[in-house]
């Protein structure tokens, strides 16, 4: 990967809420997407591909989810 992508935005996991924890998760599955596919037109094209795939978003909702886990274990579950 020749562009340094930052997978970890602002390099924590914790966040205020569950809330923030789940934006969180989509910011980082959508950098996982971009780190693999670094091409800003590929990406494009494939973008109009995996819309109209229900297994595709599918997939894009269980990836989310495993980000969302893991935000939530490093936050304690939110417990005070």
Known sequence: MSNTIDLIPGNTLITDSPLEGRILAIKMARLIIKATQPDDQIRDK???????????????????????????????????
């Open 46 to 80: 494939l973008r109009d591909i995996y819309a109209r795939d229900a297994g595709m978003l599918i997939s894009i909702g269980h990836t989310v989810a495993i980000e969302f886990a893991t935000i939530a274990a490093a936050n304690n579950y939110w417990k005070k």
